[in-house]
């Protein structure tokens, strides 16, 4: 399994952005790349992951239209622009990796056996 570290974290005022950083212990291009965001008492829930090639991304409803996920291979890495941030962004946010065929990109946090610590981001009205 690869280690994960992620970093990009913060606190911001509502409208600002962020972007976060994952950093892979090793090779991630055969890699399907994903984002999960966690509130304290609730579920992990999947924002945004991103095939091998990154030809493929999928974003959830919520992150829809103001997040953007990327990756990096020769650096290993993974990114995620958020912009617009609104309060109910606020969370622990999770970097994770799964070997997967090419394109394959899902959004369930059972599929990815490789996770970093997480980042704290705090959105303020």
């Known amino acids: 399994q690869l280690q994960l570290v992620e970093s990009g974290g913060g606190s911001v005022q509502s409208g600002e952005s962020l972007r976060l950083s994952c950093k892979a212990s090793?090779?991630?291009?055969?890699?399907?790349m994903g984002w999960f965001r966690q509130v304290p008492g609730t579920e992990r829930e999947g924002l945004s992951c991103?095939?091998?090639?990154?030809?493929?991304?999928i974003y959830s409803p919520a992150t829809k239209d103001r997040f953007t996920i990327s990756r990096d291979n020769a650096n290993a890495a993974s990114y995620l622009q958020m912009d617009s941030l609104k309060p109910e962004d606020t969370g622990i946010y999770y970097c994770?990796?799964?070997?997967?065929?090419?394109?394959?990109?899902?959004?369930?946090?059972?599929?990815?056996?490789?996770w970093g610590q997480g980042t704290h981001i705090t959105v303020s009205s």
């Open positions: 090793g090779a991630i291009n055969r890699h399907a």
């Open positions: 994770a990796a799964q070997p997967m065929p090419l394109g394959a990109c899902p959004l369930h946090l059972v599929d990815y056996s490789s």
């Open positions: 991103i095939g091998a090639t990154g030809r493929t991304s």
